[in-house]
């Protein structure tokens, strides 16, 4: 019989004297990197449970082998230890726990609670302030929808400082687009009940609002106040031809959403679609991360339902309804989500009419959506193969291969940035992306920005405190090259890494060649090579990086100088110009006769304005 290590023999009485409370436990290996997270109503058996000498399931006992020690959080009730341990998982990104992207860029469509409301695209914090509907699946749900009140209710949705100095109707109320509450083409009565129908027409009580409408076109009617009554009419047929192209619309449903999971090749995918106001505003699909790790557990569907269920919905808005594609023992997971939203939350896994045409759709979404990674990831995985063996690399965990690549970008000389972007893991990690802002050198000398690019990210490594990559990728030819080597001899760092692409002509794909500083020949791969269309790939997003900061810095320049360069428009006078038209291109939309509106602006100053800005 084996003897059990001090260091186990430690970790074991430590679970002897867990408390028989709930709360989380955090598991880490000899490298205090963290392995598990998990939450227990009891947490003395629940944690003396993994440390029994026959465990289910192999994913488990592999876990419990590296386990060097643990921590422990109590807290006041299960429901409150699943808010920690998700909170946990996203923060530590545990080894063996299914983990889902966090993600919290979902639009709303917000209405605000001004005198005269405006609806707007909106991502961010929610406050009570206003009125927030969705969240949305997509940018372009909401726009879609924004598309529907201004056609349907004519909601304003300009900037404030645009509405505020409105002296006419804009275009969007000549398309009737907007009933122009601006300048008063529209009592604020009538404008407060089309703000409350189009909310009205969000939570999905669209009959209600046609009813409303028909009953105040007949009484306008009634009153031979025809021009009213033709106003309303146009309402109520936008919102008929609205409704009649929503084929995705069901009356009898507000708020819900459908999640399916699909499992298959080693991996998941949780493809969850939103249905608001009774309509179905499209899907967005999942795919976790750890799912190889649980592969051997019963019920993994279940497993990464609850994961998903936990992770996604304790930081966002939760409808009162879930459809979902499997059975799931959850109640603490159910629990926990009605103490944070306030209201009661129903499963339902087998639906009827609407809601399982939908949730078949789902499930079909999910499968073809995991049916394209897959098939995305074999491609790539093959490419980055193939790009090892034609740079002679150690093919040991291609998975972890690291790409850096770089790229300078200016306009003649002006705003200047460099760009490393990262290709790792098979994929570009947008996360990684760096841009560099190039200062002190004369404008123009791409062989002196490549020069300060180069000391700034890899002096760090020098001095081991940094990632090396395994390839480091340079757009351009010898000279930028030449310029990478005399940087990593100043560091000491391995010149093999660097490789150079230099551009075919008119940067066409299959003409580039591959330059070395280490002695290897220059390398032509071709057009049909998958290896080049990989290392073209990522140049080409290091161009693309560098070229929107590089015009994000441009237009800013120039925009902040181009009044400053009028003379006569000081601090002061500038400042007023900006808040009274709301920044710059309001400025330069302004009329003359605007312009002097401003306090301090003459009828000379504004005319040298003007002509500045044209």
Same mark, same amino acid.
Request: with cysteine.
């Given at each position: 019989?084996?003897?059990?290590?001090?260091?186990?023999?430690?970790?074991?009485?430590?679970?002897?004297?867990?408390?028989?409370?709930?709360?989380?436990?955090?598991?880490?290996?000899?490298?205090?990197?963290?392995?598990?997270?998990?939450?227990?109503?009891?947490?003395?058996?629940?944690?003396?449970?993994?440390?029994?000498?026959?465990?289910?399931?192999?994913?488990?006992?592999?876990?419990?082998?590296?386990?060097?020690?643990?921590?422990?959080?109590?807290?006041?009730?299960?429901?409150?230890?699943?808010?920690?341990?998700?909170?946990?998982?996203?923060?530590?990104?545990?080894?063996?726990?299914?983990?889902?992207?966090?993600?919290?860029?979902?639009?709303?469509?917000?209405?605000?609670?001004?005198?005269?409301?405006?609806?707007?695209?909106?991502?961010?914090?929610?406050?009570?302030?206003?009125?927030?509907?969705?969240? @949305?699946?997509? +940018?372009?749900? /909401?726009?879609?929808?924004?598309?529907? &009140?201004? !056609? *349907?209710?004519?909601?304003?949705?300009? %900037?404030?400082?645009?509405?505020?100095?409105?002296?006419?109707?804009?275009?969007?109320?000549?398309?009737?687009?907007?009933?122009?509450?601006?300048?008063?083409?529209?009592?604020?009565?009538?404008?407060?009940?089309?703000?409350?129908?189009?909310?009205?027409?969000?939570?999905?009580?669209?009959?209600?609002?046609?009813?409303?409408?028909?009953?105040?076109?007949?009484?306008?009617?009634?009153?031979?106040? @025809?021009?009213? +009554?033709?106003? /309303?009419?146009?309402?109520?047929?936008? &919102?008929? !031809? *609205?409704?009649?192209?929503?084929?995705? %619309?069901?009356?009898?449903?507000?708020?819900?959403?459908?999640?399916?999971?699909?499992?298959?090749?080693?991996?998941?995918?949780?493809?969850?679609?939103?249905?608001?106001?009774?309509?179905?505003?499209?899907?967005?699909?999942?795919?976790?991360?750890?799912?190889?790790?649980?592969?051997?557990?019963?019920?993994?569907?279940?497993?990464?339902?609850?994961?998903?269920?936990?992770?996604?919905?304790?930081?966002?808005?939760?409808?009162?309804?879930?459809?979902?594609?499997?059975?799931?023992?959850?109640?603490?997971?159910?629990?926990?989500?009605? %103490?944070?939203?306030?209201?009661?939350?129903?499963?339902?896994?087998?639906?009827?009419?609407?809601?399982?045409?939908?949730?078949?759709?789902?499930?079909?979404?999910?499968?073809?959506?995991?049916?394209?990674?897959?098939?995305?990831?074999?491609?790539?995985?093959?490419?980055?193969?193939?790009?090892?063996?034609?740079?002679?690399?150690?093919?040991?965990?291609?998975?972890?291969?690291?790409?850096?690549?770089?790229?300078?970008?200016?306009?003649?000389?002006?705003?200047?940035?460099?760009?490393?972007?990262?290709?790792?893991?098979?994929?570009?990690?947008?996360?990684?992306?760096?841009?560099?802002?190039?200062?002190?050198?004369?404008?123009?000398?791409?062989?002196?920005?490549?020069?300060?690019?180069?000391?700034?990210?890899?002096?760090?490594?020098?001095?081991?405190?940094?990632?090396?990559?395994?390839?480091?990728?340079?757009?351009?030819?010898?000279?930028?090259?030449?310029?990478?080597?005399?940087?990593?001899?100043?560091?000491?760092?391995?010149?093999?890494?660097?490789?150079?692409?230099?551009?075919?002509?008119?940067?066409?794909?299959?003409?580039?060649?591959?330059?070395?500083?280490?002695?290897?020949?220059?390398?032509?791969?071709?057009?049909?090579?998958?290896?080049?269309?990989?290392?073209?790939?990522?140049?080409?997003?290091?161009?693309?990086?560098?070229?929107?900061?590089?015009?994000?810095?441009?237009?800013?320049?120039?925009?902040?100088?181009?009044?400053?360069?009028?003379?006569?428009?000081?601090?002061?006078?500038?400042?007023?110009?900006?808040?009274?038209?709301?920044?710059?291109?309001?400025?330069?939309?302004?009329?003359?006769?605007?312009?002097?509106?401003?306090?301090?602006?003459?009828?000379?100053?504004?005319?040298?304005?003007?002509?500045?800005?044209?």
């Amino acid at each position: 019989m084996s003897e059990i290590s001090p260091q186990r023999q430690q970790l074991q009485d430590s679970v002897a004297q867990l408390p028989n409370l709930p709360g989380v436990y955090r598991y880490f290996d000899v490298n205090d990197n963290v392995l598990y997270v998990g939450k227990a109503r009891d947490l003395k058996k629940r944690v003396s449970s993994y440390f029994q000498k026959n465990l289910a399931s192999p994913r488990i006992a592999l876990m419990v082998e590296r386990i060097v020690r643990m921590e422990t959080t109590v807290t006041r009730s299960e429901a409150e230890a699943l808010i920690l341990e998700n909170n946990l998982i996203k923060a530590l990104h545990p080894r063996f726990n299914i983990l889902f992207r966090d993600d919290k860029s979902y639009p709303y469509l917000k209405i605000t609670s001004q005198a005269v409301p405006r609806m707007m695209y909106y991502r961010g914090a929610i406050d009570k302030k206003s009125h927030y509907f969705g969240p @949305f699946p997509s +940018a372009w749900a /909401v726009k879609e929808s924004i598309q529907i &009140l201004q !056609k *349907v209710f004519q909601l304003r949705s300009c %900037e404030d400082s645009v509405f505020a100095n409105r002296t006419r109707p804009c275009l969007l109320h000549q398309i009737q687009r907007c009933s122009a509450p601006c300048v008063g083409e529209i009592s604020a009565e009538d404008y407060d009940q089309d703000v409350h129908h189009a909310a009205q027409f969000l939570r999905g009580r669209q009959s209600e609002v046609m009813q409303v409408l028909e009953k105040k076109m007949l009484g306008f009617a009634q009153q031979l106040a @025809f021009e009213k +009554a033709a106003v /309303v009419r146009n309402q109520m047929s936008a &919102l008929s !031809k *609205v409704l009649h192209q929503q084929g995705m %619309e069901s009356t009898n449903e507000a708020d819900l959403d459908i999640i399916a999971v699909h499992i298959k090749g080693g991996r998941a995918c949780v493809n969850l679609a939103m249905v608001r106001g009774g309509r179905h505003l499209g899907d967005r699909a999942y795919f976790p991360t750890h799912v190889e790790e649980a592969l051997a557990d019963n019920n993994l569907e279940a497993e990464v339902l609850q994961a998903f269920l936990a992770q996604h919905y304790l930081d966002q808005a939760i409808p009162s309804l879930l459809v979902v594609s499997c059975v799931l023992e959850a109640p603490e997971l159910l629990l926990a989500l009605m %103490e944070q939203c306030g209201h009661k939350i129903h499963l339902i896994t087998q639906p009827q009419e609407q809601r399982r045409h939908w949730l078949e759709m789902a499930q079909k979404g999910a499968e073809l959506a995991l049916a394209r990674l897959l098939t995305e990831q074999g491609s790539q995985q093959l490419r980055t193969r193939l790009l090892a063996e034609v740079l002679n690399l150690e093919q040991a965990d291609l998975d972890a291969l690291r790409v850096e690549c770089f790229d300078i970008s200016h306009t003649q000389g002006e705003a200047t940035q460099a760009s490393c972007v990262v290709y790792q893991h098979h994929a570009m990690q947008h996360a990684e992306y760096r841009r560099f802002n190039i200062n002190d050198i004369t404008p123009g000398d791409d062989y002196a920005a490549m020069r300060q690019v180069l000391q700034r990210r890899y002096e760090k490594v020098a001095s081991n405190n940094g990632i090396m990559p395994g390839i480091v990728l340079i757009d351009g030819g010898k000279g930028q090259v030449e310029i990478a080597r005399q940087v990593f001899v100043e560091l000491g760092l391995d010149i093999s890494l660097i490789v150079g692409v230099s551009k075919g002509e008119g940067r066409k794909v299959g003409l580039e060649t591959l330059v070395f500083v280490d002695g290897r020949v220059a390398q032509e791969l071709g057009r049909d090579s998958a290896a080049l269309m990989l290392i073209a790939q990522i140049r080409d997003e290091a161009h693309r990086f560098a070229i929107t900061g590089m015009r994000a810095k441009r237009a800013k320049a120039r925009q902040s100088s181009r009044l400053e360069e009028i003379e006569g428009v000081g601090a002061r006078r500038r400042q007023k110009l900006l808040i009274r038209f709301g920044g710059l291109k309001g400025v330069t939309d302004a009329s003359i006769e605007d312009l002097i509106s401003v306090d301090g602006i003459s009828r000379q100053l504004a005319e040298k304005i003007f002509k500045q800005l044209h």
